[in-house]
Antibody, heavy 121, light 109 residues
């Protein structure tokens, strides 16, 4: 069974770049069987999809964040990463990594436990 | 963008009662592309239902999903204490690729 674990700073200053990593165990990023995703949730609010990446580097972003987001994959470390530039307080949220099977890309099977990132000076 | 509107925002029921949660889409959604998640406090969302009506392995059969087009429903037949949580519907296929409803909080009456 896949396990996903987010890691990264819990506090980022306004205008800086938020960087998070998702470590995957129980499966290989390079197997080609999954898409890998980032989803966020502001405190007390709903869920927002950020983007998906496939092991070959194919990427899909939420248009609302596309200008500030980069998602990348490191198959050698079995990790994928999120960078969100020029953050503001509105980017304060719990950030989750998740996955979708290639044969069922339309929902998220497994989720990491989430990591809270606060944007504050 | 397809907007998913969930109702009610909060549902207050007692254990043993039946819960009916609604998810309405602003445009037609393929049934294959409609999922439901449960989120307990401080936890990640958990997939319950996919393809509008297919229960994930290990999810109790008191959970069921139905609907098509723009109207979808999650039903919990007899509420257990652990079912009190927030529930989200989610669709796939329209830009942005994935959107979620705003959630229904199921609370103990």
């Amino acid at each position: 069974q896949l396990q996903l674990q987010e890691s990264g700073p819990g506090l980022v200053k306004p205008s800086e770049t938020l960087s998070l990593t998702c470590s995957v165990s129980g499966g290989s990023l390079s197997s080609g069987n999954h898409y890998w995703a980032w989803v966020r949730q502001p405190p007390g609010k709903g869920l927002e999809w950020i983007g998906n990446i496939y092991y070959d580097g194919s990427i899909y972003y939420n248009p609302s964040l596309k200008s500030r987001v980069t998602i990348s994959v490191d198959t050698s470390r079995n990790q994928f990463s999120l960078k969100l530039r020029s953050v503001t307080a509105a980017d304060t949220a719990d950030y989750y990594c998740a996955n979708s099977r290639v044969t069922a890309i339309w929902y998220f099977d497994y989720w990491g436990q989430g990591t809270r990132v606060a944007v504050s000076s | 963008e397809i907007v998913l509107t969930q109702s009610p925002g909060t549902l207050s029921l007692s254990p043993g009662e039946r819960a009916t949660l609604s998810c309405r889409a602003s445009q037609s959604v393929s049934s294959s592309y409609l999922a439901w998640y449960q989120q307990r406090p401080g936890k990640a969302p958990r997939l319950l239902i996919y393809g509008a009506s297919n229960r994930v392995t290990g999810i109790p059969d008191r959970f069921s999903g139905s609907g098509s087009g723009t109207d979808f429903t999650l039903t919990i037949s007899r509420l257990e204490p652990e079912d009190f949580a927030v529930y989200y519907c989610q669709q796939y296929g329209s830009s942005p690729l994935y959107t979620f409803g705003q959630g229904t909080k199921l609370e103990i009456k």
